[in-house]
């Protein structure tokens, strides 16, 4: 098990890839990332970012924004609110894209918003913002979530789908549940537990796609986030692939772990946020 806690989603991701170049076959069972400030992203975690997007993109794979969508759809939320989020994308969005053989697994926004229950077809996170809501605003009626302590209200959103999932040996999605927390301090906290975490391809935009998550619960419920826990009980630095090596993977850590050079002539401060 490692534990490791930054301060950013970039610093928190690129902490994680150094552990896994220590360990054998670069492979880790339970690491627990915890980012304090999951909406953070100044120069420094701008930099880790766009190198690491623009890997991926020279390597043909999909780029950090890509796979943050396929958690929560940032952009039809910001063309459409939260009409975007709890109708746009599953009723226009995922018809296109659920065809498509290399997204099969790419499908957790629309699990958050469309599951089917005993009495029909439900919204899962509208349903826990709401929630979230009752409880905090005194309409709550008498449930046990209501008697629970704040520092005790958990929502939780489960990803798997026994009905379909189960049937797989290998493959399928590797997210597997979110839970939602409201601290003593009335913040939202999130913790997302992976039952496997590819760190190259996509550990850095899942990151990014679950602070956005957390973002909109926040936003629509009016209180603040609390940290973003990443559970990962495998993950792994993929150091083979059709489309790098050992060697690049290793280069691209080292390359990022050296300090930002200052650029000459520039008055910011070190770690300041443009």
């Known amino acids: 098990m490692k534990a490791i806690t930054a301060e950013s989603r ?39 970012e766009e190198r690491v997007d623009a890997f991926l993109r020279d390597a043909g794979h999909y780029p950090l924004e890509t796979v943050a969508e396929t958690i929560f759809p940032a952009g039809e939320y910001r063309r459409h609110g939260p009409k975007g989020v709890y109708e746009t994308y599953p009723n226009e969005i995922y018809p296109v894209i659920k065809p ?21 077809e439900f919204n899962p996170l509208k349903y826990c913002i709401e929630k979230i809501q009752r409880e905090f605003s005194g309409k709550s009626t008498k449930t046990a979530c209501y008697e629970l302590s704040l520092s005790d209200v958990n929502l939780d959103l489960a990803l798997y789908e026994p009905a379909s999932d189960r049937k797989h040996l290998i493959g399928g999605p590797c997210l597997s549940h979110v839970s939602l927390k409201i601290m003593r301090n009335e913040r939202i906290a999130l913790t997302a537990l992976y039952r496997s975490h590819y760190y ?22 009016k209180l603040p986030p609390g940290p973003l826990v990443c559970v990962s009980t495998y993950a792994t630095l993929e150091r083979e692939s059709k489309s790098w090596n050992k060697k690049s993977i290793a280069g691209l850590i080292t390359d990022l772990s050296q300090p930002r050079r200052a650029k000459r002539g520039s008055n910011l401060k070190k770690g300041a946020t443009r």
């Open 10 to 48: 970039a610093a928190g991701w690129l902490a994680a890839a150094q552990h896994l170049t220590t360990c054998d076959d670069w492979k880790d069972y339970n690491i627990v990332l915890e980012i304090t400030n999951p909406m953070r992203r100044d120069a420094d975690d701008r930099r880790v």
């Open 200 to 221: 190259v391809q996509k550990a850095l935009g899942n990151l990014l796609g679950l602070a956005r998550l957390q973002a909109f619960v926040c936003e629509q419920a």
């Open 100 to 120: 498509l053989p290399e997204l099969r697994w790419g499908t957790y926004a629309h699990r958050l918003v469309r599951r089917r229950g005993p009495n029909g």
